[in-house]
């Protein structure tokens, strides 16, 4: 079984720049997460999708973030503009159904965004 | 501020010899998971402990989840270098989202 996709796995930009994420979760998995893990840190929920809809963007920073998951499979992050504070590892996960926070999320190796 | 407290941040040890690690916290969790997270990839769940008391064991690996569901602990017996990365407890506070630590660096030495 596939795992979880993230592609670019290394992004350098400049503050003020914008950047892209994008994730494949596994298949006919319904919920989709995206963290954001800083250095030092645990990984930190910024929104969790339901099939295409969002279930929780309690802490993503809306003047600056956006995502969207079209059809209920894969997502897109974007960032505009980008700080440095975003300098991080941008971690997608994906699970069969809305977690009861037992079942286990696949987690995607990562996009590691460096801002200078 | 992190809703689970790891400690220590840093261990480094020898192969062959034992180790514990701890997830602490004020609140009380409906279940807890532990993941190991290995450079330049994604967290890998180990365990999820979910009654209060409950032992698991999981080869050399033994997790424990608190009487009071607030506190975990893993142990490693005979750590082995393949043991080394981020080891990382995340707790459910009774829905479905996750609170991760902010991770314990285990290093094990050949």
């Known amino acids: 079984e596939a795992g979880v996709a993230q592609s670019p796995r290394y992004k350098i930009i400049e503050k003020r720049q914008s950047v892209a994420f994008w994730c494949n979760p596994i298949s006919g998995h319904a919920t989709l997460y995206w963290y954001q893990q800083i250095l030092g840190q645990g990984p930190k929920l910024l929104i969790q999708f339901q099939n295409n809809g969002v279930v929780d963007d309690s802490q993503l920073p809306k003047d600056r973030f956006s995502a969207e998951r079209l059809k209920g499979v894969d997502s897109t992050l974007k960032i505009q503009p980008a700080k440095l504070e975003d300098s991080a590892v941008y971690l997608c996960a994906s699970s069969p159904r809305l977690t009861s926070g037992m079942d286990e999320q696949f987690f995607g190796p990562g996009t590691r965004l460096t801002v200078l | 501020t992190q809703l689970l407290e790891q400690s220590p941040q840093f261990l480094s040890i020898q192969e062959g010899e034992n180790l514990t690690v701890y997830c602490n916290s004020s609140s009380v969790f409906s279940s807890l998971q532990w993941y190991r997270q290995e450079p330049g990839e994604g967290p890998v769940l180990l365990v999820t402990?979910?009654?209060?008391?409950e032992v698991k064991k999981l080869k050399r690996l033994t997790f424990q989840f608190g009487d009071a569901r607030k506190d975990s602990s893993l142990h490693i017996t005979a750590a082995q270098p393949g043991d080394t990365g981020l080891y990382l407890c995340a707790g459910a506070l009774g829905g479905y989202k996750l609170s991760f630590g902010a991770g314990t660096t285990v290093t094990v030495r050949a």
């Open positions: 402990v979910v009654t209060g008391g």
